[in-house]
């Protein structure tokens, strides 16, 4: 069955098509005439990026009113966001290409914010807002040459608002909805969000202040056996604020400045455990976990005849700590990223760059203290890309990066990537791609500084990924692509339950598989979107990522100013710790938007999960039924 979803979504593909949404306003993949950063971290046209990107662009954010930033990365092909269907303060697993947290870059406007602190050296996507974000950009394979450690399998860049050239423009939205499980059907509100966003140009200054607070109650996080005993609901809150500044010195030289505070407070539950029989059962605990982080940095872009150089500056302060066993985590970054972008002619261009990070934790803990100053660690990275566009459709680019570690000295990582367009005919274009790229993800501070001396030092991670694919534009209404990945891990950082230790798996472990999307425009109002992630790993490392997940969606302009979409979801077993079984589930979800008053004014609602289908996405944790959103969006 499983091979049969494989053939029957490949062949789709070559019969069907791919960038509905790029053509067209509404779209969600991009189109080859798209402007991306992420991919080579400057300005490029799509065409001459030779790996699989993704971009969500501002229009399918706006028409997507009510999602969150984690409902519309698992909409993204070879994307699994694990807890997402949870309740709102459940934490998040992310995967891209059956890869782990650790194996994902996390970047804002280009700097890597995941937390040295954390077990998995992850940051958290509950501090995102999506009223924050004017795109997102998720680039998948081996992406160390230009991110170091952790972008593995992916990187996701999430690129913030860009301020108004008007001197004042303000735009308030506020939400509110059910929050209930399948067997709660509970209609009152119960979920909550509100923003405010402040941009324009004075001058030689943009300015963007963006605030927001959001939270849900009426579930409990575990789910309870006992139906006539219901657990008491788990609260989650979270405020966040923004501050982004800009200033033209002149047309060449551009100075800005961001800070951020991101808090949220979340209460959780936990399991009983029998040291006999080693079964587990889900428990109402009175949990609490609290974050605080704290961002800021300065920027500088100078752009000259040949090129630009930019500087990116930045700190990061982050405290957790949970209750009632009061265990406390603080983790400090401080870094840098210097690259130069030198043009030689339109056809061959280079990037080099300089980067480096200062990473510190502290720990307060019963059994694995690590005191302020004791767990550090830094790193010095030259990095070099090498980039040529043919106008003949020739499109080649190679590159490679030194990371030097204060515990693991030097690790060397390199990439080529060939690829090919050409037009079919005058209407029709193609482009076909492959690549080999090497990466690395070194150990957290907590994994290197909380080993006991008898277990042997950590190494780091090494992956090999080789990736082709192709991408096939009919016209404006009809496009395709497929992407076949193969990728190898050695040296992969596991957990022993043995001696609750992190240790380094032996031997090597693969992942493959077929990521394929198609898209269709029959007429002006309708877009069909339709992608398919087929993964295959061992069976051991399959935990909680589906062999086979469909994603299909309809947009249909019902009016000038009315906007609709119909979206269905089918992801496939998987198995969570313990051995637990988790059973596929089908989704099927409806978002409407109004706009009023010259498109200032905007009404939208959803309804999530319309057939109320009950399944689980952890082991004895509760997952949300049909559920109602209604929302307001003004701007002034």
Do not use: W
Not at 129 to 156: F, R
Not at 563 to 579: H, I, M, P, Q
Not at 595 to 605: A, E, H, P, W
């Amino acid at each position: 069955m499983k091979k049969q979803l494989l053939i029957v979504s490949v062949l789709a593909c070559l019969f069907v098509s791919k960038n509905l949404f790029s053509q067209e306003k509404n779209e969600k993949v991009e189109s080859l005439d798209e402007i991306i950063i992420t991919a080579t971290k400057f300005e490029t046209n799509k065409k001459n990026v030779g790996k699989t990107v993704y971009k969500i662009t501002q229009e399918t954010i706006q028409n997507s009113a009510g999602k969150t930033v984690m409902d519309l990365l698992n909409d993204v092909p070879g994307v699994e966001i694990n807890g997402n269907f949870s309740t709102k303060g459940q934490n998040l697993g992310y995967y891209i290409r059956g890869g782990r947290n650790r194996q994902v870059a996390i970047l804002i406007d280009g700097v890597n914010v995941n937390d040295p602190s954390s077990f998995g050296g992850d940051f958290d996507l509950r501090q995102i807002d999506i009223q924050q974000i004017e795109s997102i950009e998720v680039l998948k394979g081996a992406s160390s040459i230009l991110y170091g450690t952790g972008a593995a399998t992916g990187v996701i860049n999430f690129i913030l608002k860009k301020a108004s050239k008007k001197k004042f423009n303000a735009v308030f939205s506020t939400s509110m909805g059910s929050n209930s499980s399948s067997e709660n059907n509970n209609l009152s509100a119960e979920e909550f969000s509100t923003n405010f966003n402040f941009n324009g140009t004075v001058g030689k200054v943009n300015y963007l202040l963006a605030l927001n607070a959001n939270g849900s109650r009426g579930l409990s996080a575990a789910e309870n056996p006992d139906k006539n005993n219901p657990f008491e609901e788990d609260i989650f809150t979270r405020q966040n604020m923004l501050l982004k500044i800009n200033y033209t010195l002149n047309k060449n030289l551009i100075l800005g400045f961001f800070g951020s505070i991101d808090e949220f407070s979340t209460d959780f539950d936990g399991f009983n455990f029998d040291p006999i029989t080693f079964a587990s059962s889900p428990a109402d605990r009175n949990n609490n976990l609290s974050s605080n982080q704290k961002r800021a940095g300065f920027n500088v872009d100078y752009n000259y005849e040949k090129g630009v150089l930019k500087i990116r500056t930045f700190a990061t302060d982050i405290n957790r700590r949970d209750t009632p066993s009061n265990n406390f985590f603080n983790g400090e970054v401080m870094g840098f990223d210097v690259f130069n972008h030198y043009k030689f002619n339109k056809e061959f261009s280079i990037l080099t760059g300089f980067a480096s990070q200062f990473q510190d934790m502290e720990q307060l803990t019963l059994f694995s203290p690590i005191e302020k100053g004791a767990g550090k660690q830094h790193f010095y990275d030259p990095y070099l890309s090498v980039n040529y566009f043919s106008n003949s459709g020739f499109i080649f680019n190679a590159g490679t990066r030194l990371n030097v570690h204060s515990e693991y000295g030097s690790n060397v990582v390199f990439n080529v990537n060939p690829a090919y367009n050409f037009k079919l005919n005058t209407t029709s274009n193609a482009k076909v791609f492959a690549s080999y790229s090497t990466a690395f993800v070194t150990p957290t501070l907590s994994e290197i500084f909380t080993k006991l001396p008898s277990i042997e030092k950590l190494l780091p991670e090494e992956d090999i990924t080789i990736e082709t694919g192709f991408e096939l534009n009919f016209s404006s209404k009809i496009s395709l692509n497929a992407t076949f990945f193969y990728r190898e891990e050695t040296n992969k950082i596991g957990y022993d339950p043995m001696t609750f230790q992190t240790i380094n798996d032996l031997g090597t472990f693969f992942a493959r598989g077929v990521e394929t999307e198609i898209s269709f425009k029959p007429i002006k109002k309708l877009a069909l979107l339709a992608n398919h992630t087929y993964i295959q790993r061992a069976e051991s490392l399959m935990l909680k990522i589906p062999r086979n997940k469909f994603f299909i969606k309809a947009d249909y302009q019902l009016f000038p100013s009315t906007f609709t979409a119909l979206s269905y979801r089918f992801v496939d077993e998987t198995k969570d710790f313990g051995d637990v079984d988790l059973h596929s589930y089908n989704l099927v979800d409806f978002f409407i938007n109004h706009q009023i008053l010259d498109k200032k004014v905007t009404f939208y609602g959803s309804m999530t999960n319309i057939f109320n289908e009950n399944f689980q996405e952890i082991a004895g944790f509760t997952t949300r039924g049909r559920n109602y959103n209604l929302g307001l969006r003004v701007q002034l």
